[in-house]
Antibody, heavy 120, light 107 residues
Framework: EVQLVESGGGLVQPGGSLRLSCAASGFTFSDYYMDWVRQAPGKGLEWVGRIRHRASRYTTEYAASVNGRFTVSRDDSKRSLYLQMNSLKIEDTAVYYC???????????WGQGTLVTVSS | DIQMTQSPSSLSASVGDRVTITCRASQGIRNDLGWYQQKPGKAPKRLIYAASSLQSGVPSRFSGSGSGTEFTLTISSLQPEDFATYYCLQHDSYPITFGHGTRLEIK
């Protein structure tokens, strides 16, 4: 069974930093692209970023709203995905989901999410 | 960026009804589209991939169609567990973008 479990969310002040983690199990993590998607309270879904697998040289893509502030990384040996968030803004407040990405077939499985609140 | 215009934004229907939700892409995305169901406090669940392929384990009352710029999700006979919010997602080009969602409510 595919499982994705996010952690690391919490309350942070504007301008601060936070690192989210996503632990994967039930599939060969190293074979897949992985994404982060967020959802502000009461709002829709917003794609944040993607990291490809080793065969694609771990290349990344980001939404314009986070480019230069957020960094997606992975550690295949630990079956883990990360999101380093710097220079956080109030509008970054959201539930952050990690998701498995099949590339040409899109996102299939999602974690349960972790809440990030940016507030003074 | 590709804009995904999803309609309607909300819909009231009864158990047993047939409902259709539409997503229109601002430019052609081939069939690089998925449909997702989200219930309150839960993660999204994929229903349809490649515009018309049913995700394993998803009931056959869900179906998708379309290609290019016009896509539909149809639920043939609503069940009580289907009342939720539905999103389309395009992954043809970056940034990946979602429709704004359709909230399906019980009439």
């Amino acid at each position: 069974e595919v499982q994705l479990v996010e952690s690391g969310g919490g309350l942070v002040q504007p301008g601060g930093s936070l690192r989210l983690s996503c632990a994967a199990s039930g599939f060969t993590f190293s074979d897949y692209y992985m994404d982060w998607v967020r959802q502000a309270p009461g709002k829709g879904l917003e794609w944040v970023g993607r990291i490809r697998h080793r065969a694609s040289r771990y290349t990344t893509e980001y939404a314009a709203s986070v480019n230069g502030r957020f960094t997606v990384s992975r550690d295949d040996s630990k079956r883990s995905l990360y999101l380093q968030m710097n220079s956080l803004k109030i509008e970054d407040t959201a539930v952050y989901y990690c998701a498995r990405d099949l590339g040409a077939s899109g996102v299939d499985y999602w974690g349960q999410g972790t809440l990030v609140t940016v507030s003074s | 960026d590709i804009q995904m215009t999803q309609s309607p934004s909300s819909l009231s229907a009864s158990v047993g009804d047939r409902v259709t939700i539409t997503c229109r892409a601002s430019q052609g995305i081939r069939n690089d589209l998925g449909w997702y169901q989200q219930k309150p406090g839960k993660a999204p669940k994929r229903l349809i991939y490649a515009a018309s392929s049913l995700q394993s384990g998803v009931p056959s009352r869900f179906s998708g169609s379309g290609s290019g710029t016009e896509f539909t999700l149809t639920i043939s006979s609503l069940q009580p567990e289907d009342f939720a919010t539905y999103y389309c997602l395009q992954h043809d080009s970056y940034p990946i973008t979602f429709g704004h969602g359709t909230r399906l409510e019980i009439k």
